[in-house]
């Protein structure tokens, strides 16, 4: 079956149009197919595309990029409940439940800010690869895996976060497919820098990267004890999150906004 035929592009973690990580969004039928969806994310060729439908008291949502279906996506569903909010689909004063591959996930507004609540990811300390500084051009002082296979290296200093260089066939033959870099940020109102690399998913630099900070949330936690943080992501495009924890959840808050939508012409397999 085939969706509505309107697609969003939304830039997320940001209210600057062409800053912040680009997403679609598609509202469509529970029955739509999955291939369909995955065929339209690679048409999109965004890092992802996420298509939501309508139950009964809450939105399903699924991400796609453009090689692979993923569980959970921090931008994406920031963009979907932008537009849930934008069209009036759900009351600005209503809270959002979006029931996803990776969990329940909590949406409500925060004046111009939207609140989003996902899982707490648990961190392992690992042992540093020994290619990692050919691979990067910096040589981090620990590191951790994940969920999702996601790998977390701290850095010295912001500079090293800045000048990664990755090898990004180097980081999928060892084992560095989705790969999270992070130090503390020389500037006074940012708490941490971090960029986020996924070659393995199909994205080499993702611009944005919402669901690391539930990984990054905790890290920064046990290293400072604070409880709140603002984030600087360093890609190209840049975008800033203010990040909370609260017990087993990490509470995520950015803006967005809406660039376009189109209508498809074409919408068979």
């Known amino acids: 079956m085939t969706p509505n035929k309107t697609i969003f592009q939304v830039d997320a973690f940001t209210d600057v149009p062409f800053k912040g990580n680009p997403a679609g969004v598609m509202i469509v ?30 939105f399903n949502i699924r991400y796609f990029t453009p090689t692979k279906e993923v569980p ?16 009036g689909i759900v009351d600005r004063q209503e809270n959002i439940l979006f029931k996803a591959g990776g969990g ?24 540093i690869p020994t290619i990692f500084k050919n691979l990067l051009g910096f040589e981090p002082i620990e590191m951790y895996s994940s969920l999702y296979d996601w790998k977390i290296a701290v850095a010295a200093s912001e500079k090293d976060i800045v000048e990664a260089n990755p090898n990004l066939e180097g980081l ?30 199909g994205i080499n630099e993702d611009p944005v990267t919402g669901s690391a900070h539930c990984a990054l949330t905790p890290l920064w936690h046990e290293k400072t004890g604070k409880t709140e943080f ?6 190209k495009r840049t975008g800033k999150l203010n990040v909370r924890l609260k017990n087993d959840a990490v509470e995520i808050r950015g803006k967005a906004i809406t660039i376009f939508k189109a209508e498809l012409i074409s919408t068979s397999k």
């Open 172 to 201: 999928i033959s060892n084992s560095l497919g989705h790969l999270i870099i992070t130090s503390e940020s020389d500037l006074n109102d940012i708490d941490f820098a971090v960029r986020c690399f996924a070659p393995l998913s």
């Open 104 to 127: 329940d996930l909590s949406i409500k507004m925060e004046e111009e800010w939207i609140c989003m609540t996902f899982p707490r990811y648990p961190l392992k300390s690992i042992e």
């Open 29 to 58: 039928d529970e029955t739509t197919d999955t291939e369909w969806m995955q065929n339209m994310a690679m048409e999109m060729n965004l890092s992802e595309t996420a298509f939501i439908s309508k139950n009964v008291d809450h």
């Open 72 to 87: 959970l996506c921090g931008h994406a569903t920031l963009a979907s409940a932008h537009i849930l909010y934008e069209l």
């Open 230 to 235: 603002n984030s600087f992501q360093l890609s």
